[in-house]
């Protein structure tokens, strides 16, 4: 059992949640509490961690093939992310991502300086959920951020998804045959008219700055979700989630069917 908080794996599990440029060297991140480690694919499996408590009350939802590490509560609580820890975490090795993976849906969210970990997981979550598939610009909060993890509960394993400059996605986009659509406010029309065929692109902007200049630019239609009231602007999630349904039914399923999307979402 490991008792003491300096121990050299726990060292490299609190460098792996803390620090972006830790996760990106090493290609790992952590995810944290047993829904997720259930989620995780046998292949990108590295190692797991368990709490002496959870050992003793909950170690059969561990994948039988997995071996796992004991860790004192105490010092298992010096890694926790979350106030009240589940007792269960694992080091996984990122899943494969590129344009490549992502090009040829009929749905997509283009994420441009999303910040907010809590906004990017919860799109990434909807993303799967309304069948699109996520391009992210590099200045996008890092989607291997617990936070960000622990919020898309399990779809960052599921939903296809590509990081790449706005304005590349964009152009690699229209060679698809892709329409693009800025949710700006100026020079837009309300997303319900919008009238297009084939594939669709959204472009969700930054939190406090919305789509940037050149993003919208090179987009072929502005589009705004009509508000009444005083109120200017939405949430980036909840921006995302209208735009994407707005589509429901034309967008591919990512191999899920609605039923097994509404099992595991709802």
Do not use: W
């Amino acid at each position: 059992m490991i008792t003491s908080k300096s121990n050299q794996k726990l060292k490299k599990i609190r460098a792996l949640m803390d620090s972006p440029k830790e996760r990106k060297q090493s290609s790992l991140f952590v995810v944290e509490g047993s829904r997720l480690v259930e989620e995780v694919p046998a292949e990108l499996m590295e190692e797991v961690y368990v709490s002496a408590s959870f050992e003793k009350n909950g170690v059969e939802c561990i994948p039988c093939e997995v071996g796992y590490e004991v860790v004192s509560d105490e010092a298992f609580r010096s890694l926790s992310d979350t106030v009240n820890p589940q007792g269960i975490l694992a080091v996984v090795r990122m899943p494969s991502s590129g344009m490549e993976k992502v090009l040829g849906a009929d749905l997509y969210v283009l994420l441009d300086d999303i910040r907010d970990p809590g906004n990017l997981g919860t799109i990434v979550r909807t993303a799967e959920a309304a069948g699109a598939r996520v391009i992210l610009s590099p200045n996008c909060v890092d989607i291997y951020n617990p936070k960000v993890v622990r919020s898309t509960m399990g779809t960052i394993f599921r939903v296809p998804f590509a990081f790449c400059g706005m304005i590349d996605a964009i152009n690699m986009l229209h060679d698809e045959g892709a329409t693009v659509c800025a949710a700006v406010l100026d020079g837009s029309i309300p997303y319900t008219e919008l009238d297009a065929e084939g594939a669709v692109a959204f472009i969700i902007g930054n939190e406090a700055n919305g789509v940037s200049a050149a993003a919208a630019e090179a987009a072929d239609i502005r589009v705004r979700i009509p508000m009444k009231g005083m109120v200017e602007s939405l949430n980036a999630a909840v921006s995302a989630a209208i735009l994407m349904y707005s589509r429901q039914g034309r967008g591919e399923d990512n191999g899920q069917s609605e039923d097994t999307v509404r099992g595991k979402l709802l």
